[in-house]
């Protein structure tokens, strides 16, 4: 896949009109005006458009409610408001003098489902969608065409946040293997349903790819999603609390860790506090933890004071990452002085602390390309 | 292994290098090493703490990264322009992706050095990236002697006004912009006194570049550059914040006054 290709496909009303769905070649769809309408509540107007069906047999006047993604309830309100516009044009219509037009209520979407579809033909609405479907039952028509085109759909996940990030910690821990979606739902704990659409949005965006549909995914790019992960510029942690620490060497972090495991204080180190000897790129960066807890045993033993300069942060991580399933803590690396996230993780911790952090994520990133196995080649 | 530690690895090998180049041509350490070795040479800590006069302190990093600025060799030694390549592979170094990046691994500390030459023009035997107003860095660089282990080490970095050029064209050059420029920048001032910096200025050519494009960018608490130092703090509160904006832009200020009673 191209670069070209991850660009996501423009969806909404704006581009529905900017580019009209491909219909069969003997129905032309033609945009004659739009219609903004005052409402109660959110945005205060709804808009709705006019178009033009021109078929072998007859020629009617579409009025169109837009609205995606689509639920059966927006069809029974958009069944009420273009009622209501229709009554309103057809009383113009009578004061003007003009011919009687036949206007047909029209629920058009990105991708209009087939219960929706369903629902918009048992309340007599047309249907339209930028797959190509054209349904209308109305009057002197009967159009029934359900369209095949591929739309890619708006995805609401943020793949970078809460649980959709534990399925993108497994990923880029298993470079080179073909997983399944079950698989992965079973190693983050989150639903087969949810992982799917988080892996699919990751293939659509060309991390990801399978041979087929049925095939497992594997990771394709995973040096361009781990720096689409820094630069979405999300934060793991929620909380950040910085202090001065006397003593960042190794023996006292691991005095830290072994208080705050007596004190069943769960804790993982990131940051400088991370770091494998030979990952250092740059100095004066601040060593840090998320601890799980109270972090006294931490401050205790530490002898960390509010006082600048920080130069170790304690984190509190968002509860979706606080998890051995796809969370900080599925994927440590065990260091002389205790266990530390994984080096994807480091890299985005690195990213968002500030100074001279982003070089040292920049370094990270490149040790995590060279750590990627070769592609997979085709038989 | 402390962060002193791992930059004296890096001198130590960096002293080593320079010695093989011998005579070949002039080397300058350019870039954010530079404060670095200022400190080292005048027996502190590498990492500056930048201290403002309310009381906060910023740590002021580095790369663990040498960037080196190679001079044009004599017409009558150009045949040996040639070695250059050949003098690092001996000394242990092989060339990176970044063809402009040599890179050595010394024990658990992986030595990375980037090559500059003075102008674009300039034909090298490898791969080296153009230094705006490289030749006159060259010229105007002076020798900072200091001991490293058991090795007396002579670096030679860039004049004070070179400094804050160089410092100055990156914030508009670099692609993606850094905030370590403009940080660099305040550091560097915070250390060698606004005093001492405004008087060298005040003394160089390019005295109204230096002093328009530091207005530019430290004149008020919301100008780039005091945004960019604000990146390196983000973990004080957001009164200790504007404790430091106002900080950055009293020293900038203290600076064009130097300058100007100076020149």
Known sequence: ?379 | MTDRERFEVVLNELGFLLDRIGDLCEVVLIGGQVLAVEQLAAGEDPVLKVETDTGQTVERGYSFEPDLLIEHPDPDESPRWDEFPHILREAGYHRTQRTYRWEKEVGEVQVLIDLFKPHPGLQTATEMTALPRGETVLARAKTVRLQVGHRALAVKTPSSVDFILMKLDATKIRRPPDSKDAFDLYAYVRRRTATAVGRSLGAAPERDECLDRLLELFGTGHSPGVLDVLKYAPTLGPIEQELLAKDVVTVFRDVRAATSSAS
């Not at chain 1, 032309?28 to 458009?49: K, S, W, Y």
Request: include cysteine; hydrophobic fraction near 40%; charged fraction near 20%.
């Open chain 1, 1 to 379: 896949m191209t670069k070209k290709d991850r660009q996501p496909q423009a969806l909404g009303r704006q581009a529905f009109w900017a580019q009209p769905p491909a219909l069969p070649e003997d129905l032309r769809l033609t945009q004659l005006e739009t219609i903004v309408a005052p409402r109660r509540g959110r945005g205060g107007e709804a808009v709705f458009d006019l178009a033009r069906l021109q078929t072998p047999s007859a020629s009617v006047v579409l009025v169109i409610s837009f609205r995606s993604p689509a639920s059966a309830q927006d069809v029974l309100t958009a069944k009420r408001q273009l009622t209501t516009i229709i009554e309103d044009l057809r009383l113009r219509a009578a004061g003007s003098g003009r011919g009687a037009t036949t206007y047909v209520p029209t629920f058009a979407s990105d991708v209009v489902p087939k219960s929706i579809l369903e629902a918009c033909v048992r309340e007599g609405l047309a249907v339209l969608d930028r797959r190509g479907t054209i349904i209308a039952h109305q009057g002197p028509l009967f159009v029934h065409v359900e369209g095949r085109a591929t739309v890619d759909r708006p995805s609401r996940i943020r793949i970078f946040s809460g649980r959709a990030c534990r399925v993108v910690r497994f990923v880029l821990a298993h470079p080179g293997v073909r997983l399944k979606p079950q698989e992965v739902a079973s190693g983050t704990q989150t639903s087969y349903a949810f992982t799917h659409g988080v892996l699919t949005k990751l293939e659509r965006n060309g991390y990801l790819n399978r041979p087929s549909p049925r095939a497992g995914f594997r990771l394709r790019d995973g040096t361009a999603l781990l720096r689409a992960w820094i630069d979405s510029g999300e934060r793991t942690a929620v909380q950040v609390t910085p202090y001065f620490a006397p003593n960042t060497r190794p023996e006292a972090l691991a005095r830290a860790v072994a208080s705050a495991r007596e004190h069943g204080v769960g804790s993982i180190f990131t940051l400088a506090s991370a770091l494998e000897p030979g990952q250092v790129f740059a100095s004066g960066l601040p060593h840090g933890a998320y601890v799980a807890g109270d972090t006294t045993p931490f401050e205790e033993t530490l002898q960390l004071q509010r006082v600048t300069p920080h130069n170790f942060w304690i984190l509190r991580a968002d509860p979706a990452s606080e998890s051995t399933a796809g969370g900080l803590y599925a994927f440590k690396r065990t260091l002389p002085h205790g266990d530390a996230v994984a080096l994807p993780q480091l890299a985005v911790d690195f990213a968002i602390s500030g100074g001279r952090g982003k070089e040292q994520a920049d370094h990270l990133l490149s040790l995590f390309a060279k750590s990627l196995p070769p592609p997979e080649l085709d038989e």
